[in-house]
């Protein structure tokens, strides 16, 4: 019983360790707008479904934890059961702003799976690209990221 709670209480503190990189990197917009590649995206980048015109950031706020988690438990089983919060919590940030099925076909899942942490952390770097262009924005990001996700390892 005791495993479990500190499993939960993991869980609940890589999702809100990954909200609180998330939501500086991506910029709220309470009004739906067109992202650098025309992607129609409101409130923390989200772009699923047909948008409001309007949200609050109550709503926002509602809309980027239940993505965050949904996007957790997409990408949990492409890595290590036993990541440090940090390193989970820096994939999963990277996953938000890719795509789950984008981060678990890539050399950073792969390389995680198989233990090379370090070299899982690096390869974060490699997704700093939009358009097929390097983005600063992306580049600053992905070294946030990886700052974060070596910052979990010994």
């Known amino acids: 019983m005791k495993k479990g709670k500190l499993a939960a209480g ?9 909200v609180s990189i998330i939501q500086p990197w991506e910029g709220r917009s309470l009004v739906p707008y067109r992202d650098l ?3 129609l995206t409101w409130c923390d980048g989200e772009t699923k479904g047909q948008p409001k015109a309007v949200y609050t950031n ?3 706020d509602l809309i980027t934890e239940r993505e965050v ?16 919060v940090p390193t989970r919590a820096a994939f999963l940030s990277t996953a ?3 795509g789950s099925g984008a981060f678990c076909r890539s050399s950073m899942a792969s390389k995680a799976k198989a233990g090379d942490l370090r070299g ?3 390869a974060l770097l490699m997704w700093n690209k939009a358009g097929g262009r390097v983005v600063r924005g992306l580049t600053n990001r992905r070294m946030a990221e990886r700052a974060l996700c070596l910052k979990g390892l010994p």
């Open 96 to 98: 938000y702003n890719i």
């Open 37 to 39: 590649v025309g992607v």
């Open 58 to 60: 109550r709503e926002c």
């Open 10 to 18: 993991a869980m609940s503190a890589v999702l809100a360790l990954a």
């Open 120 to 122: 899982a952390c690096n």
């Open 69 to 84: 988690a949904k996007y957790e438990a997409e990408i949990r089983p492409c890595l290590p059961a036993d990541l440090p």
